[in-house]
Structure formats: structure tokens, C-alpha cells
């Protein structure tokens, strides 16, 4: 605490850069030999003192002299305040109150790209059917896939599926315990190794996800966009000097939550943010700016014609194989196309030729053009009434015949039964 004082009394606040810099910006012109005297306070006072403070406080700064715009003496609050936040804000969440390696492995891959709200159901209901990593690995994929329905991202359902037959076989059902043996299993990064291996075994590993990120990029002005390889580099180093070594999942989880409830994307709360004082972006009114993104990817347009054949009570489905979007999942006979088709000209198509060749096959009536969006992809599909005299060769030999009573023990994408939600009536569907 007595060096923390000295820093309030001393410095009001600091900035830094790279001693090559300094003298270019009129700051220090006789930097001392060691790389700390190149801080200054407001008044242009060199503070050499101030590098013997830190090593005190045995941090390694020199990547953030390197990378930080702005360094704050309030770095050495940024655990404790984080940590004291959270004491006061921690929420009460089933898989924060154990230590069961297998529960806060499932509910990190069910909160991958879902948010806290939506996965909650979702574990509980994985817990509910399997409770043991064992239940999880003797368990069907189709069925893991069936109970997955709804939270997109489906090869993390196949990940976790392969990943519990993983623990159960080569490692007699326990999870490794430190985060480099977890990084071996699938479907675990260096994000999930780390969260497991804090939460479950105390490990100091800080685990970095967007919020993480964001919270570190604002706080100490770090430009390098976090989608690059140097920025994550960079971040993960600096959030292991932050790591609390006594309390790592605390803060592990304090990161999360505060960047899901204060220093959120947008409007983040800086007026009650218990940060402020020391915060770049805040002092800097860059807020809006950080955390700096590289380019952004391209999202690839298709058009999907999804067919509903009906034959008295069945429809055909067929189960994506293919390494693209939704492997494992099952869907109707489908065209895609390159271009948006209108309606009338889809029977002119060569693949519906080949796909109803043999048959006869009548349009009964088609859905307006639905939007779908995923992360790189939009989808604008359209579902057609499909009433078949005959069915064709490539239907019988290619797809799956499946009666319309047991067509809800398929797992279909979302973008299938949120359609069926609204229009199964229409569809030759039971309303559900
Ligand atoms: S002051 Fe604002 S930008 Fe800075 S950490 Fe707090 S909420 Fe985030």
C-alpha cells in the first residue's frame, strides 16, 4: 500500500511510450539508462523513482512499455478493484458453485457464442440427461445433436461429444488438470483450458475472451487489434501479470462478468466503474475506439430452396455430411444456388431435374424469401410445398423417409424449426 501511496502522491497521471519516441514528442530529452526513467508525470518530471517502485512489485511492465499508449498508476488497483467488484456483483450461477471439471467444461462450450441467458436452460438439461462425462460419452451423437437443437455452433456439440469419449477412454474419465494437457482435447482452446483450469484446479491461466479483451484494450489504451495474432499475444501476457495468483478463478470470472455488465460494447457504465479513475479510454473519451479490430471477414450470400415432399404422412430428410454448416444435422431435399431464383423458374433447374427425375412432383404453394444470418454466412431460403403422385428414384435411394409423427426426434437446424414453428400448419406439419 505504501508504494501505491507514494505513486498517488507523486503522479498524477502518466504517460509513456517507447524511449525512441519520447524525445520526439518533447517529453524526456536525457533518458537515464534504464528504460523506466522514460516516464514523466504532468509536468514533465522524469520519475526514475518510479521503476524501482515496480520492481518492488515484481511486475514485468516491459511489454507494456512496448504496446501501452498509457499507463496509469492505478495498474496496481486494476486486480483489486476488479476483484472487489466482483465480490459485490458475482452472480449465482449452478456451474460457478462447483468444482466439478465436468460441469464448468460443459457450461463454457455451451457459452461459447450463447449468452448467459439462452445457455442456462441448456445446461441444465444437458445436466439433467447427463450427468456423469460417461452418460455424456455413451450417448448417441444424433441424440447429443437433438438436445444441442437451437444453439447454432453444432460442432460444438460434436466436439464435446468426441471430447467426453476422449476422457473417458484415454484418460479413465478425469479431466487433465493443468491448462496445457486440457488444450489437447477438442473443441478446447486456450480461452476453455484456461476458464477449466482456473475454475476447477486454481490455476493462475487468465482466461481471455471478448470481454477480457475489450476491458484490457480500454483501460491501458492498447491499439493492436485483437483479432491479431500480436494482440492476443500481447493481452494474454499482460492479463498474466494481472492474474491474482491467490484468488485466479475469481478473477477469471470477474473479467467476464464485468465485461458483460459494465464495460460492455456499447454505452459501457464508466460513470459507476469502479475503473474509471485509471482508465485510458474513459480519461481519453476513446471509449467508441477500442478495442481496435482487424478487417472485418466477408460474409458469403447463398440462396437455399428447401422441399417439403410430402407422401401421405412422410417427408424426406437428408443428413448433412459435407464440411460446411451443420454437419451431422438433418434437413429437407434442398437446391442451393448461386443467384436468388424466382419460384416459377425453379423447375427448370438441372438439379431439380436430377433430384425429381422419374417422379411427379407439383409445387402446391412456397414460403416468401426468409433472411437467416449467421456469423460469416447469410442465408435466404425458401421452403417449398412439394405434393409427389410418384416419388422419384434419387428421393427413394438418397434420403431418409420419415413419418411425420417421429419427424421431432431429428435434429434440424434452426433455421428449419423456427420456420415450422410459425408455418407447420401450412406445411402439411402438425402446429406444434
Ligand atoms: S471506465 Fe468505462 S471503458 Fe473504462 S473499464 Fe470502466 S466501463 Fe470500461
Known sequence: MQCQDEIRKKIDYIRISPLKKISGEGGIRTPGTSQ???????????????????????????????????????????????LGWFRKNRRDLPWKETKDPYKIWLSEIILQQTRV????????????????????????????????QGLGYYSRARNLHATAQTVVQRHHGRFPTSSSCLLSLKGIGEYTAAAIASFAFDEPAPALDGNGYRILTRVFGI??????????????????????????????QALMD?????????????????????????????????????????????????????????VYLHQRSDNDIWKGLYEFPLIETGTEIPPEKIPAQAVWKTLFSGGKVQIIHFSPLIKHQLT???????????????????????????????FDRYSIPRLIDAFLEKNAGKFGFIPK
Open 36 to 82: 523506466f526513467n522514460g516516464f514523466q508525470d504532468r509536468r514533465n518530471r522524469p520519475l526514475c523513482h518510479l521503476s524501482r517502485i515496480l520492481r518492488m512489485q515484481r511486475y514485468d511492465f516491459s511489454l507494456l512499455f512496448q504496446n501501452c499508449t498509457y499507463f496509469c498508476p492505478l495498474i496496481m488497483d486494476f486486480t483489486a478493484n476488479l
Open 117 to 148: 441467458e439462452q445457455g442456462y436452460s441448456y445446461y441444465l438439461r444437458f445436466i439433467d440427461q447427463y450427468p456423469t462425462v460417461e452418460a455424456l460419452a455413451a450417448a448417441p451423437l444424433d441424440e447429443v445433436l437433438k438436445l444441442w
Open 223 to 252: 491499439h493492436t487489434p485483437i483479432d491479431s495474432s500480436e494482440g492476443k499475444k500481447m493481452l494474454r501476457k499482460l492479463a498474466q501479470e494481472l492474474i491474482s495468483q491467490r484468488y485466479p478463478a475469481d478473477f477469471n
Open 258 to 314: 464485468f465485461g458483460s455488465l459494465v464495460c460492455v460494447p456499447k454505452s459501457p457504465k464508466c460513470a459507476e466503474c469502479p475503473l474509471n479513475e485509471g482508465c485510458y479510454a474513459c480519461r481519453t473519451g476513446k471509449v467508441a475506439e477500442l478495442p481496435v479490430k482487424g478487417r472485418k471477414p466477408e460474409i458469403r450470400t447463398r440462396y437455399f430452396h428447401y422441399f417439403i415432399v410430402r407422401e401421405k404422412q412422410y
Open 376 to 406: 460469416h454466412q447469410t442465408l435466404w431460403t425458401r421452403f417449398y410445398l412439394v405434393e409427389s403422385g410418384t416419388i422419384s428414384q434419387n428421393l427413394r435411394r438418397h434420403y431418409l423417409r420419415v413419418p411425420l409423427t417421429d
